[in-house]
Structures are given as structure tokens and as C-alpha cells.
């Protein structure tokens, strides 16, 4: 069992920055693949980015390519999302989520792949 606590959302005003982590607990977190989800009122949650278990691959979406970055260090069991460039429409919750799948590959985008959730974190970018 993996448990999931996301950190450093805010409220930020648009072209502003954002870092998220991730701390994950237990010794099998280098195990999981890790992808960061959002979910804004009314919508459906969607891919933001994931990472494979080594951080050698990773997945971004289309909508934020080129102005979010996902890392990870398995020596301090966490995953970070540098948000830059933040635009209105960014705003939302966003998740973390572990995928315990072996795959060594591109990270999958499909939420229902993923196994374990952290609750969230707010992120507010203003006009």
C-alpha cells in the first residue's frame, strides 16, 4: 500500500510558477510509475504528465507541454511538477497517482490505470 500527499498549490496570477510535490510512502515507491492528473469544475479529470519507475521516460500532455516538467527522486520517495507559464484555464485540482503496472515504458494517460491516489491539491491561477 502506497499513500499519496500532494503539496504547493496556491492561488498564482497568470504567466506565474508553481511547484508541486509529491511525497509517497514506503520503501516500493521506486516501483510505481507516477502521473500527475487535474480535474476543474464540471470536467472530467485528465492527464497532466506522468513518469516511469527510473524517470527516464516521461508522458506530457499536449496542453501543457513546453510549460510543465515532471521529476522524480526515489531516494526522498517524491515526484514534483514545475508548473510554468500558468494560464486561467490550468486552474484546477491536481492528483497524484502511483501505477504499480511493471511497465518500464511511456507512462500510460488512462486514469483508471492508475492505483493509488493522493487527495489533491488547489490550484487557482488568476486573470
Do not use: H
Not at 510505481?32 to 506522468?50: D, I, L, N, S, T
Not at 510549460?67 to 507559464?85: A, E, H, P, Y
Amino acid at each position: 500500500q502506497v499513500q499519496l500527499v500532494e503539496s504547493g498549490g496556491g492561488l498564482v496570477q497568470a504567466g506565474g510558477s508553481l511547484r508541486l510535490s509529491c511525497a509517497a510512502s514506503g520503501r516500493t515507491f521506486s516501483l510505481y510509475a507516477m502521473g500527475w492528473f487535474r480535474q476543474a469544475p464540471g470536467k472530467e479529470r485528465e492527464f497532466v504528465a506522468g513518469i516511469n519507475r527510473s524517470g527516464g521516460r516521461t508522458n506530457i500532455a499536449d496542453s501543457v507541454k513546453g510549460r510543465f516538467t515532471i521529476s522524480r527522486d526515489n531516494t526522498k520517495n517524491t515526484v514534483s511538477l514545475q508548473m510554468n507559464g500558468l494560464k486561467p484555464e490550468d486552474t484546477a485540482v491536481y492528483y497524484c497517482a502511483g501505477d504499480r503496472s511493471p511497465s518500464i515504458g511511456v507512462p500510460t494517460t488512462a486514469a483508471d490505470m492508475y492505483d493509488y491516489w493522493g487527495q489533491g491539491t488547489q490550484v487557482t491561477v488568476s486573470s
